[in-house]
T-cell receptor
Framework: NAGVTQTPKFQVLKTGQSMTLQCAQD?????MSWYRQDPGMGLRLIHY???????DQGEVPNGYNVSRSTTEDFPLRLLSAAPSQTSVYFC??????????????FGEGSRLTVL | AQSVTQLDSQVPVFEEAPVELRCNYS??????LFWYVQYPNQGLQLLLK??????LVESINGFEAEFNKSQTSFHLRKPSVHISDTAEYFC??????????????FGKGTKLSVKP
C-alpha cells in the first residue's frame, strides 16, 4: 500500500521562483491537509480540504495556494517563494466516515530550501 | 478551540532508564488525544491514541499514556527506553465532534535522545 505519497522529497528554489509540491493518497480519504514543520514550532496547518472542490485555510496560509480537483490529489503551490518558506512540508489525510477518530496518515515529507 | 503544550522541548536519557514526556491540553469540549512519533528524516506515525474507555492506553513497543481529564494531561511514559526510541514525539488533540472534518492541533514536539 502506497498510502500518502509526496514529491519531490527535496527542492532548492531561488527567491521569487514558483513550484508545486505534489501529494497523492490511495486510501480514498476525503480529508487532506498540508502542514509545515519548523524547528521549535511543531507542525502548523497551512491548508486543508474536506473533499474534492472544497479547500480552506489553516493557521499559516499566506504565500500558499491549494486546489482539490480529485479525491486522490492535493497539490500545494508556492507562487513566489520566500526564504521564510524554507521548511519541511508534510501532507496528511484521514477518512471522513462517521466513525472517524481524527487519526492522520502522513507522507514522508518534502524538504524545501529557498535561497 | 484547542491547544496543546508539550512542557519539554528536549529530554536526554540513558538507555534502559524510564522516561516521561509531558503533554497538557486545553479544550472546552471533549477531545481525542494522540501521540505521534517522528524518527529522523521520516514522516510522522501514530504511536497511540485515546478515544474513550480506559484512561491508560498502550503502544506495541512499550510506551503508554494516561488520560487525566481533571489535569487535562496525556503524558507519555516508558519504563525502559532503547537507543531506537530516539525520535521526536508530538502530542495532538482534536475535538470529538470534529473527528471527520476537524483539524488535529499539534504540540511543538519533544526530542527524546537516548544515550548508551
Amino acid at each position: 500500500n502506497a498510502g500518502v505519497t509526496q514529491t519531490p522529497k527535496f527542492q532548492v528554489l531561488k527567491t521569487g521562483q514558483s513550484m508545486t509540491l505534489q501529494c497523492a493518497q490511495d486510501m480514498n480519504h476525503e480529508y487532506m491537509s498540508w502542514y509545515r514543520q519548523d524547528p521549535g514550532m511543531g507542525l502548523r496547518l497551512i491548508h486543508y480540504s474536506v473533499g474534492a472542490g472544497i479547500t480552506d485555510q489553516g493557521e499559516v496560509p499566506n504565500g500558499y495556494n491549494v486546489s482539490r480537483s480529485t479525491t486522490e490529489d492535493f497539490p500545494l503551490r508556492l507562487l513566489s517563494a520566500a526564504p521564510s518558506q524554507t521548511s519541511v512540508y508534510f501532507c496528511a489525510s484521514k477518512t471522513s466516515g462517521s466513525s472517524n477518530t481524527g487519526e492522520l496518515f502522513f507522507g514522508e515529507g518534502s524538504r524545501l530550501t529557498v535561497l | 478551540a484547542q491547544s496543546v503544550t508539550q512542557l519539554d522541548s528536549q529530554v536526554p536519557v540513558f538507555e534502559e532508564a524510564p522516561v516521561e514526556l509531558r503533554c497538557n491540553y486545553s479544550s472546552s469540549v471533549s477531545v481525542y488525544l494522540f501521540w505521534y512519533v517522528q524518527y529522523p528524516n521520516q514522516g510522522l506515525q501514530l504511536l497511540l491514541k485515546y478515544l474513550s474507555g480506559s484512561t491508560l492506553v498502550e503502544s506495541i513497543n512499550g510506551f503508554e499514556a494516561e488520560f487525566n481529564k481533571s489535569q487535562t494531561s496525556f503524558h507519555l511514559r516508558k519504563p525502559s527506553v532503547h537507543i531506537s526510541d530516539t525520535a521526536e514525539y508530538f502530542c495532538a488533540v482534536i475535538s470529538t465532534g470534529g473527528g471527520s472534518q476537524g483539524n488535529l492541533i499539534f504540540g511543538k514536539g519533544t526530542k527524546l535522545s537516548v544515550k548508551p
